[in-house]
């Protein structure tokens, strides 16, 4: 698809998350892309910098200073830097806490997910048209997956939650639990249904368990299962709006640098947007995700592929 130039068809008027850490890098690039869009308000959520790691506290000061030094535009703005580190799960889903506290509704963006301009308007426009949907659970800009399975309208539904860019209410967040306390109780239910395919049932299973007992340190896990036990959707755009820039050696859970998903373009969406005629999730996109995305490859396949990078790697070796 070739690239528009996205021409705002009115000033924005919702609030953007801006979670940020430790790479004054990344958080450049997305920071310049809110800049552009102006949002009326701005809350900027930092968690505090780890004392095992040297430099962190010099690298944290510079990320928080930069993005408060070059706000530019007229805008009501909202900080919570921590001064102690509490750990991806709960400065995050603090943060999204504390936004959801303040605003009805409103845009998530972290420091590596970087959106083209037109996925603020799309957010905007649809956070009103489904506000009182109560199955549709966030609104996302990552379009891997329509990539590859064309769709009708601009956007469609899945049944996952994909939090590269995204956008959500507070009447959703409100049944968002970090502990996943009710785990057990719906574990058998949600697997079984989750997918028609084993190797997505044990990825998810294996998902939920880890960090139901505290073995990720991970907030989006748990949003993933609110949407699951709720039979939630997610709006996913016709267009791949966010470019994942994080992924490397400095990344928290996107060490792999060679991923496929690494640094896809951002493209912008053409308005007016054309809607879906109902509210059902797309069978398609959902198979898409469980054959590419959320799957444990049955154990023969893993042997398999592991022999086959030893024989790959001691043949380049010699």
């Known amino acids: 698809m070739n690239q528009i130039k ?3 068809p009115h000033p924005l008027n919702t609030a953007v998350l801006f979670l940020v850490f430790n790479r004054l890098d990344t958080t450049k690039q997305v920071f310049e892309s809110i800049r552009q869009a102006k949002p009326p308000r701005l809350y900027i959520a930092a968690d505090g910098a780890r004392e095992t790691k040297d430099g962190e506290v010099q690298r944290v000061n510079a990320v928080r200073d ?9 805008c009501e703005v909202k900080t919570l830097f921590r001064e102690q580190n509490l750990g991806c799960k709960y400065a995050v889903s603090g943060a999204i806490d504390w936004f959801f506290e303040n605003e009805e509704m409103g845009i998530i963006l972290e420091d590596d997910c970087l959106p083209s301009q037109s996925f603020f308007w799309f957010c905007e426009e649809l956070l009103k048209r489904y506000k009182d949907e109560d199955n ?3 609104i996302s800009g990552d379009g891997r ?3 590859q399975i064309n769709i009708d309208y601009d956007y469609d539904f899945v049944k996952y939650s994909l939090i590269w860019g995204w956008a959500s209410w507070s009447r959703v967040w409100k049944k968002y639990d970090v502990k996943m306390s009710d785990w057990n109780d719906n574990k058998l239910k949600i697997i079984n249904n989750i997918s028609q395919f084993s190797s997505t049932r044990r990825y998810w299973e294996s998902a939920f368990e880890n960090t139901y007992d505290n073995k990720i340190d991970t907030w989006d896990y748990q949003f993933s299962y609110t949407l699951q036990k709720n039979q939630g959707l997610c709006i996913v755009p016709k267009v791949n709006m966010i470019s994942n820039i994080g992924f490397g050696v400095d990344a928290t859970h996107t060490s792999d640098s060679d991923n496929i998903n690494a640094n ?5 969406l053409e308005f007016p947007i054309v809607h879906p005629s109902e509210v059902v999730s ?4 959902n198979k898409f995700y469980d054959l590419n995305e959320f ?7 893993r042997i398999i592929n592991k022999l086959s990078r030893l024989i790959i790697n001691r043949n380049i070796i010699k």
């Open 295 to 301: 799957k444990i490859p049955h154990l023969v396949t």
């Open 66 to 74: 930069y993005v408060i030094s070059n706000i530019d535009w007229e």
């Open 145 to 147: 997956g329509t990539k």
């Open 264 to 268: 896809l373009p951002n493209l912008d």
């Open 6 to 8: 996205f021409l705002p």
């Open 282 to 285: 797309n069978k398609l996109l």
């Open 136 to 138: 549709v659970f966030l």
